[in-house]
């Protein structure tokens, strides 16, 4: 049976808090209830002991542990910290075991109390291994603290008034409603990844920041590293060591990731990245012998590329495959909601969401997989995106990857936490984990880029000759999730540009800049996103800085196929490779 250690993840969840309240806080506890779709399985408001306008809000996927899986946790150890997270900590227990602390749940997140208590808020966030969002409150030394993984792959959003009231929840629908007293609405923004946040807390609940501090960035080793010793990691950059480092780094990332005791699926569109993943996948949960297969899903119309694609990597790796069929109608019927959950108007971003939001749907209500592994990431790190090709130099091209990275939480995190958990599913990014991507963002620049025309050249090499997944998807080009899941006859992107084009007309683009001044819409499809946002989210446009585009060529839609340098071959590719997302 399955001899993965007995431990609790709390998991996909939803958090929410608030520190000196203006209102009555069984009036805002209303607003906690806009992220219940986080976690379906339970929900629990709580008030401060001795701070009468402080309070969290917790919405439970459970995972495992009955008796200890809510929050705020609280241990008897330390009966003056209380915390509410949302993530999984990889590394929990060969850190208890190793500092030799004390456990009293068998929750991963309790980790985090005892680092905090023996080494302090800076040094508790860099030790973790895992993706979270946490909010920390130590009523003894009166402080508040706030941190968000390496790329924001668990959400935050913060609500700071000049008065000093602090609300803090997983989306920034939490936060719309929240009564403050203030005349303007309150700035609500997205808590930086990477990062922690110190506040002091006052005797009437308010909040001062004190500090706000990176405690790890991308391109370095994280601070866990070294407590994890892997065999057979080589030093120096010879091609074949690198291609060895590369497999057992990745290995590693899927093998951490097993940590659920719910059904854990994959996500598989046929490409290079979610073939990657699953393979690995079902080749570890074989030797972890987990007591179910792996289940894979693939969504499209019957005759697209994907779909296809998919068929051939699931029957190469031997997963129970489930095909979601998608229709353009189903994607614009669907569009409002999705905007509604993603609380993003970037015109890539929305496009791609669609078919994630209907497949996670079709996950939630017909299988009983919970954690889903997806490919997120993989082109950010390894310059899978076909405007790589013109990058101006290995240099350029390696810091657009590191801006693509810290960016992935806007865009394609955001959209692959959105979509999934819309439906109380619970995603896992391998491609992100943090010591995986340090180790590529170390390799020379020149190995990176694009190399005999294919992008994510070295990556493919790593795995050439194993026979993981079958040769033709090794090499297989870069295809658009939302592009290459539609028929081949007319693909989901043109479908919603006739859509569209019945919605929008000339005059309304034209004025588009009057009234959207910032981030001005340039396209039809642009102004008919953003006029959805706006309906729901008036005056919140600053939540998408700016709009997911190509480097180094001319373009007013991220769709490659606007591009010059998109020309596809005459064989099985030319519906392949047909976009950037």
């Not at 899927?254 to 079902?282: E, F, N, P, Q, Y």
């Not at 020149?446 to 992008?455: A, F, L, N, T």
């Given at each position: 049976m399955n001899n993965l250690p007995a431990h609790s993840s709390i998991s996909m969840c939803g958090i929410w808090a608030l520190f000196g309240s203006d209102e009555c806080l069984s009036v805002q506890c209303t607003n906690a209830m806009k992220i219940a779709h986080r976690g379906p399985d339970a929900f629990r408001f709580e008030n401060v002991n001795g701070?009468?306008?402080?309070?969290?809000?917790?919405?439970?996927?459970?995972?495992?542990?009955?008796?200890?899986?809510?929050?705020?946790?609280?241990?008897?150890?330390?009966?003056?910290?209380?915390?509410?997270?949302?993530?999984?900590?990889?590394?929990?227990?060969?850190?208890?075991?190793?500092?030799?602390?004390?456990?009293?749940?068998?929750?991963?997140?309790?980790?985090?109390?005892?680092?905090?208590?023996?080494?302090?808020?800076?040094?508790?966030?860099?030790?973790?291994?895992?993706?979270?969002?946490?909010?920390?409150?130590?009523?003894?030394?009166?402080?508040?603290?706030?941190?968000?993984?390496?790329?924001?792959?668990?959400?935050?959003?913060?609500?700071?008034?000049?008065?000093?009231?602090?609300?803090?929840?997983?989306?920034?629908?939490?936060?719309?409603?929240?009564?403050?007293?203030?005349?303007?609405?309150?700035?609500?923004?997205?808590?930086?990844?990477?990062?922690?946040?110190?506040?002091?807390?006052?005797?009437?609940?308010?909040?001062?920041?004190?500090?706000?501090?990176?405690?790890?960035?991308?391109?370095?080793?994280?601070?866990?590293?070294?407590?994890?010793?892997?065999?057979?990691?080589?030093?120096?950059?010879?091609?074949?060591?690198?291609?060895?480092?590369?497999?057992?780094?990745?290995?590693?990332?899927?093998?951490?990731?097993?940590?659920?005791h719910r059904r854990i699926g994959c996500l598989l569109s046929g490409g290079l990245d979610s073939s990657l993943v699953a393979a690995t996948l079902v080749k570890l949960a074989k030797e972890e012998e987990l007591p179910y297969p792996i289940q894979t899903f693939s969504i499209g119309a019957e005759d697209s590329p994907d779909v296809a694609a998919a068929r051939k990597v699931a029957a190469h790796i031997g997963s129970e495959h489930h095909e979601v069929n998608f229709t353009p109608e189903e994607g614009i019927r669907a569009l409002e909601e999705v905007i509604v959950h993603l609380e993003s108007y970037d015109i890539t971003t929305v496009r791609a969401s669609v078919g994630m939001y209907l497949i996670s749907k079709h996950i939630r209500e017909k299988t009983d997989s919970v954690v889903i592994f997806s490919g997120e990431g993989s082109d950010e790190l390894t310059q899978g995106y076909i405007y790589f090709h013109k990058a101006p130099s290995p240099k350029a091209a390696?810091?657009?990857?590191?801006?693509?990275?810290?960016?992935?939480?806007?865009f394609d995190v955001l959209r692959a936490d959105r979509t999934t958990a819309a439906h109380g599913l619970e995603l896992r990014v391998p491609f992100l984990d943090h010591r995986f991507t340090a180790y590529f963002l170390s390799l020379p620049e020149e190995m990176r880029v694009p190399k005999d025309g294919v992008e994510k050249h070295l990556l493919r090499e790593a795995f050439k000759g194993l026979n993981l997944i079958p040769d033709e998807i090794l090499w297989r080009r870069k295809e658009a999730f939302s592009d290459g899941m539609t028929s081949m006859k007319k693909s989901w992107y043109a479908s919603l540009q006739e859509h569209i084009e019945s919605e929008v007309n000339d005059s309304q683009l034209e004025n588009a800049s009057d009234l959207f001044p910032f981030n001005p819409p340039k396209t039809k499809e642009g102004f008919f996103i953003r006029q959805i946002f706006e309906k729901h989210y008036p005056g919140r446009c600053e939540w998408t800085p700016h709009y997911w585009m190509p480097r180094w060529i001319k373009a007013t839609d991220p769709s490659a196929r606007t591009l010059s340098i998109y020309k596809p071959d005459k064989d099985q590719r030319s519906h392949q490779a047909s976009d950037l997302i």
């Amino acid at each position: 049976m399955n001899n993965l250690p007995a431990h609790s993840s709390i998991s996909m969840c939803g958090i929410w808090a608030l520190f000196g309240s203006d209102e009555c806080l069984s009036v805002q506890c209303t607003n906690a209830m806009k992220i219940a779709h986080r976690g379906p399985d339970a929900f629990r408001f709580e008030n401060v002991n001795g701070f009468t306008n402080c309070c969290f809000g917790f919405h439970r996927l459970a995972i495992v542990d009955q008796l200890y899986g809510m929050q705020p946790l609280r241990v008897k150890k330390f009966p003056y910290l209380w915390l509410c997270y949302n993530g999984e900590i990889y590394n929990h227990i060969r850190l208890k075991n190793q500092f030799e602390f004390e456990y009293q749940t068998k929750v991963d997140g309790e980790i985090l109390l005892h680092l905090y208590d023996r080494f302090g808020i800076e040094k508790m966030a860099s030790m973790l291994d895992g993706v979270f969002a946490f909010i920390l409150l130590d009523t003894a030394n009166r402080k508040v603290f706030l941190g968000r993984d390496t790329y924001g792959v668990r959400p935050l959003f913060r609500l700071l008034t000049d008065n000093g009231f602090l609300a803090v929840c997983s989306e920034a629908k939490g936060l719309l409603d929240v009564k403050t007293s203030m005349s303007t609405p309150a700035k609500i923004t997205p808590f930086l990844p990477g990062h922690f946040e110190v506040f002091d807390l006052k005797l009437n609940g308010k909040v001062q920041s004190v500090q706000m501090d990176r405690f790890h960035c991308c391109t370095e080793e994280p601070k866990h590293a070294p407590h994890n010793i892997l065999e057979g990691l080589g030093t120096g950059f010879e091609l074949e060591t690198v291609k060895s480092n590369i497999r057992i780094l990745f290995e590693d990332a899927v093998k951490k990731r097993l940590m659920a005791h719910r059904r854990i699926g994959c996500l598989l569109s046929g490409g290079l990245d979610s073939s990657l993943v699953a393979a690995t996948l079902v080749k570890l949960a074989k030797e972890e012998e987990l007591p179910y297969p792996i289940q894979t899903f693939s969504i499209g119309a019957e005759d697209s590329p994907d779909v296809a694609a998919a068929r051939k990597v699931a029957a190469h790796i031997g997963s129970e495959h489930h095909e979601v069929n998608f229709t353009p109608e189903e994607g614009i019927r669907a569009l409002e909601e999705v905007i509604v959950h993603l609380e993003s108007y970037d015109i890539t971003t929305v496009r791609a969401s669609v078919g994630m939001y209907l497949i996670s749907k079709h996950i939630r209500e017909k299988t009983d997989s919970v954690v889903i592994f997806s490919g997120e990431g993989s082109d950010e790190l390894t310059q899978g995106y076909i405007y790589f090709h013109k990058a101006p130099s290995p240099k350029a091209a390696a810091e657009d990857s590191v801006r693509l990275l810290e960016e992935l939480y806007l865009f394609d995190v955001l959209r692959a936490d959105r979509t999934t958990a819309a439906h109380g599913l619970e995603l896992r990014v391998p491609f992100l984990d943090h010591r995986f991507t340090a180790y590529f963002l170390s390799l020379p620049e020149e190995m990176r880029v694009p190399k005999d025309g294919v992008e994510k050249h070295l990556l493919r090499e790593a795995f050439k000759g194993l026979n993981l997944i079958p040769d033709e998807i090794l090499w297989r080009r870069k295809e658009a999730f939302s592009d290459g899941m539609t028929s081949m006859k007319k693909s989901w992107y043109a479908s919603l540009q006739e859509h569209i084009e019945s919605e929008v007309n000339d005059s309304q683009l034209e004025n588009a800049s009057d009234l959207f001044p910032f981030n001005p819409p340039k396209t039809k499809e642009g102004f008919f996103i953003r006029q959805i946002f706006e309906k729901h989210y008036p005056g919140r446009c600053e939540w998408t800085p700016h709009y997911w585009m190509p480097r180094w060529i001319k373009a007013t839609d991220p769709s490659a196929r606007t591009l010059s340098i998109y020309k596809p071959d005459k064989d099985q590719r030319s519906h392949q490779a047909s976009d950037l997302i």
